[in-house]
């Protein structure tokens, strides 16, 4: 009887001790685990802070560069030659730049500047985003009203009533000073999905104070918003403008086959003095943006910089290294 009760006691005991090596096992799979969670996540901190100091660097040179150098209706210019030559394009195109960057100034009279959108152009913006047919005309019509001093309402518009029964805040009735600010517009997060927005945002500004658009450098999607073109006609006023800068408004028109006429009261070929700085480093997915501001009656503070943000992106929403990207060369150097 003892055998047997001893027998019993060893085959009680043999599944205690396998159920507590595999929870000390578990134990310290957790432990390796979150040792590797708290490396990764180190590294990608040391990799955040290396990509903003050499990303400050390199911004810094553009914005010397874009503050002391000739500017022309598309670029930086050169004046160490008898004829001044394009250096840095102001149309957003890729530069490689040092330590692997990729640099990108993007005048913002060539964006969509939400503060100085005509009411049809409201409409084809959200088309150009992707926004669903059923809610592009709701969208606009709020867009409209969040911007308009008072309190007036669009057919399919908000006005502060609506937002204060939706629980957001009450819209500003008034022009926007950041990009930002445009997530405020009731229905908008809904409507443009985050991974939409951020595709689309680097198309948009902000700025009451600019009424300037230049087609020489205006992004693809400006032109369909801002005219109406088709993407084979905004393809084909780039690659039109790339031969010889458009000296006017009609110039655009001409090349897409349109009729547009121009307002004696806005400048339509030349930047505004206002850049969006984009840098990005393909090998670890960062992006820092930022908005370079000249101020060339200051002599004290030629150019402000602000705005500044970096981001990570997911993979699925990197955009791939540029393949034939040119130097970036500095001007001033």
Do not use: C
């Amino acid at each position: 009887m003892s055998r047997s009760r001893s027998a019993a006691k060893a085959g009680f005991a043999l599944p205690s001790v396998l159920f507590v090596v595999a929870m000390v096992t578990l134990v310290f799979l957790v432990a390796i685990q979150a040792l590797a969670s708290l490396a990764g996540e180190t590294r990608r901190i040391r990799g955040g802070v290396r990509f903003e100091a050499e990303a400050l660097s390199l911004e810094a040179q553009a914005a010397f560069d874009a503050a002391t150098a000739p500017v022309g209706p598309s670029a930086l210019l050169s004046d160490d030659g008898p004829a001044p030559r394009p250096v840095l394009a102001l149309d957003g195109r890729p530069y490689a730049a040092a330590g692997g960057l990729v640099l990108g100034v993007q005048d913002e009279a060539g964006l969509i500047n939400l503060d100085n959108l005509p009411t049809g152009a409201r409409l084809r913006l959200f088309t150009a985003m992707g926004v669903a047919p059923a809610d592009q005309a709701v969208m606009a019509d709020r867009l409209g009203d969040y911007l308009d001093i008072g309190d007036l309402k669009r057919p399919l518009g908000a006005d502060s009533a609506d937002y204060l029964r939706a629980g957001q805040p009450a819209p500003p009735d008034g022009p926007l000073t950041r990009r930002a600010q445009v997530l405020g517009v009731l229905g908008w997060r809904e409507a443009v999905p985050a991974p939409l927005w951020r595709r689309f945002a680097d198309n948009v500004t902000a700025d009451p104070t600019s009424t300037t658009v230049n087609v020489n450098t205006a992004t693809a999607a400006t032109l369909q918003v801002l005219y109406g073109l088709t993407s084979a006609q905004a393809a084909a006023a780039i690659a039109r403008r790339q031969a010889a800068p458009f000296t006017e408004l009609e110039d655009l028109g001409r090349a897409t086959g349109l009729k547009l006429v121009s307002d004696a009261e806005r400048v339509y070929t030349m930047p505004d003095g206002r850049f969006q700085v984009r840098i990005e480093d393909p090998a670890t997915g960062f992006v820092g943006r930022a908005r370079l501001l000249l101020s060339p009656d200051d002599a004290a503070r030629p150019f402000w910089v602000v705005e500044r943000a970096v981001s990570q992106p997911p993979p699925a929403e990197r955009t791939p290294p540029p393949a034939h990207a040119q130097p970036f060369a500095d001007p001033a150097a």
